[in-house]
């Protein structure tokens, strides 16, 4: 028997268009809904035909147990508002976005009776777009869900069972917390592999027919969408300005070192490095 | 018939084994021979059955018309030094170091009437060692060729014929040319990589069990055998410097950008930062 009466995807990218496909191949619930603002991702989503679309939010989530918001992060207070007048009594909200503690200030909005709970599953890649979703997106990717504690508890235990039962492994913090985990292994990596391309592409040695491995990886996240970026480096910014702050003190740390000559220090400084990348590849 | 009389390789790591095992699966010689400072590495090399394995670089280089000096870039003047009194008449000697203007120079301290031309195959990882050689690591791998323009065309043809049976494409350039490529596609990302691995090792949500691929890719490369990286970028140091300060300022800007919660700037930013990328991947 499903688990779910009726799930609804407001907001189908990547990252809904593959809840919608996982929840499907899984049999997750009676029926599925979805909604995405842009036309061409709806007649994608209705090509899939596994849920019912919608052209407006609102009729998306009515009589649905459960629904995800996987809008930017920067339009999820505006979703919450868009949607509220559909939402059924008692019924579970929760979403996918890349930052915590703002979407949960946002959620504030959501009418009584409705509960929220915060969860992001560590999924996606560089390749954003409905057209890129797949129904194993979430196959044994970590996912955080963050509950203030001030919920029903039988609402955080359905939290963690939508998210495992789309193939996630789920971890519980605080919001704050998650934010700041987020921000060392994703957010801070991507604003820097940003900045570096930028200096990479400004040198006179640069000459994008000509490339190496070491470039391509390090590089590789900045090919992410912006308009996705934008809106999860300003609402994680406190933490991805300290994260920045430390990567130019640590960049200028070895330049200075090289500008003094001093092989010690910057084999040194590289040793450091290689002994914390390596603890990144042990088994857990 | 095989190419060569006789292939002598120096310093018989990751690239010198490889060099080993490609010219004998390609039969490039008539006979082979090798030397490395590590007698563990000289106990492998022996087990590999494909070269004459020397206890010391001199006895190694005698007879081979074709020498390739695959040491550690801070270590070849005194390389070359060493070989120098085994050296024939007429040899042809190469490298595979990853700085060019810095080992041409130290190249002058070879005897009159051997030949050099130098070599950078871009071909490694960052795993180092002769346990990790493969007669596939150069294939279609590309290889510059970096004459002063003073030596025989013959050297510089020969030079170019050796590295193309290894299975590279060969590139030809000024030293300084070189440098400022690799610099910008490899030297600066090898640096910038380090020095994010030690910004992000000091973030309070820092957790080597909690990581992400975001971090890795973009770190992957600060796993790099430091003893082999401090000779890199020292010998390249003014423009691994230059890199360096451009990382800082366009992290600078971006951080900034972020303070002034100046959203249009910080989406400029990334949409450069992916343009740039995407190029990289641009079919040649």
Known sequence: ???????????????????????????????????????????????????????????????????????????????????????????????????????????????????????????????????????????????????????????????????????CRTVECTAQRHDEIVAAISHVPHASASALMLAVGSLPGFDPATTGAGLKDTTRIAAGEENLWVGILMANAPHVIAGLRAAEDQTANLRQALEAGDAEKVRQLLADARVLRQSLDRPA
Not at 72 to 94: C, H, Q, Y
Request: glycine content about 10%; some cysteine; hydrophobic content about 50%.
């Open 1 to 167: 028997m499903p688990q779910f009466k009726r799930i609804a995807v407001v907001g189908a990218g990547l990252i809904g268009g593959s809840v919608l496909l996982a929840a499907a191949r899984r049999q997750l619930a009676g029926s599925l809904a979805g909604w995405s603002r842009s036309p061409e991702a709806r007649a994608l989503l209705k090509g899939y035909a596994v849920a019912e679309i919608f052209d407006n939010p609102v009729d998306a989530v009515r009589g649905a147990d459960i629904v995800i918001v996987a809008t930017p992060v920067d339009k999820m207070e505006e979703t919450f508002r868009a949607i509220s007048p559909g939402l059924s009594a008692g019924a579970l909200v929760t979403d996918a976005g890349s930052v915590k503690a703002a979407i949960q200030v946002a959620a504030r909005v959501l009418p009584a009776g409705v509960h929220f709970v915060g969860a992001h599953p560590m999924a996606g890649s560089e390749k954003a777009g409905t057209a890129h979703a797949s129904a194993d997106l979430f196959a044994n990717r970590p996912c955080f869900v963050t509950p203030t504690g001030s919920e029903p508890g039988e609402s955080v235990r359905l939290t963690h069972a939508f998210w495992q039962a789309l193939g």
